[in-house]
Antibody, heavy 121, light 107 residues
Framework: EVQLVESGGGIVQPGGSLRLSCAASGFTFSSYWMHWVRQAPGKGLVWVSRINSDGSSTTYADSVKGRFTNSRDNAKNTLYLQMNSLRVEDTAIYYC??????????????WGQGILVTVSS | SYDLTQPPSVSVSPGQTASVTCSGDKLGDKYACWYQQKPGQSPVLVIYEDSKRPSGIPERFSGSNSGNTATLTISGTQAMDEADYYCQAWHSSTAGVFGTGTKVTVL
């Protein structure tokens, strides 16, 4: 069974840092591209970042570029999101998600349960 | 930037057909997918590659994509289909883009 479990969320002050982790199991993690998606309370889904299967290539939304770093450790089956210079508007539930390897285009076939990040003074 | 626009809400009677649209410039030139999200839950992929259904998704969910509009159709809508629905596409410069979301209400 495919499982994605996020951890590392919490409350942080504006300007602070936080690192999220996403532990993957039930599939060959090193074969899949992975994504982070966030959702502010009561709002819609917003794509954050994508990383390729070996971690050599990353893409970011403009809103987090230069502040967030997406990385992975394939030996540990774990995806990371390092978030620096956090802003109040980064407050959201953060999901990690697996990219559908069998599809043309980009679609996310498995999602974690999400982890809440609150940026507040 | 690249934007995908959805109607905020769609209402449907049980057993009837619900259609949710997703509009974006030349969206038909890209592959669109759709997610269902129920309150307090993570999104679930219901349509990928414009019209394909993942394993376990009921046949009443279908999709199409042409011109500037992708459409999710729920035939024979059931109460359990009440949820928020989001389209998504990948744009060369904006990367991952989600639609604005549509709340489907089964009356």
């Amino acid at each position: 069974e495919v499982q994605l479990v996020e951890s590392g969320g919490g409350i942080v002050q504006p300007g602070g840092s936080l690192r999220l982790s996403c532990a993957a199991s039930g599939f060959t993690f090193s074969s899949y591209w992975m994504h982070w998606v966030r959702q502010a309370p009561g709002k819609g889904l917003v794509w954050v970042s994508r990383i390729n299967s070996d971690g050599s290539s990353t893409t970011y939304a403009d809103s987090v570029k230069g502040r967030f770093t997406n990385s992975r450790d394939n030996a540990k089956n774990t995806l990371y999101l390092q978030m620096n210079s956090l802003r109040v508007e980064d407050t959201a539930i953060y999901y990690c998600a697996r990219e559908n390897i069998a599809a043309r285009g980009v679609s996310l076939d498995y999602w974690g349960q999400g982890i809440l990040v609150t940026v507040s003074s | 930037s690249y934007d995908l626009t959805q109607p905020p809400s769609v209402s449907v009677s049980p057993g009837q057909t619900a259609s949710v649209t997703c509009s974006g410039d030349k969206l038909g030139d890209k592959y669109a997918c759709w997610y269902q999200q129920k309150p307090g839950q993570s999104p679930v992929l219901v349509i990928y590659e414009d019209s394909k259904r993942p394993s376990g998704i009921p046949e009443r969910f279908s999709g199409s994509n042409s011109g500037n509009t992708a459409t999710l159709t729920i035939s024979g809508t059931q109460a359990m289909d009440e949820a928020d629905y989001y389209c998504q596409a990948w744009h060369s410069s904006t990367a991952g883009v989600f639609g604005t979301g549509t709340k489907v209400t089964v009356l």
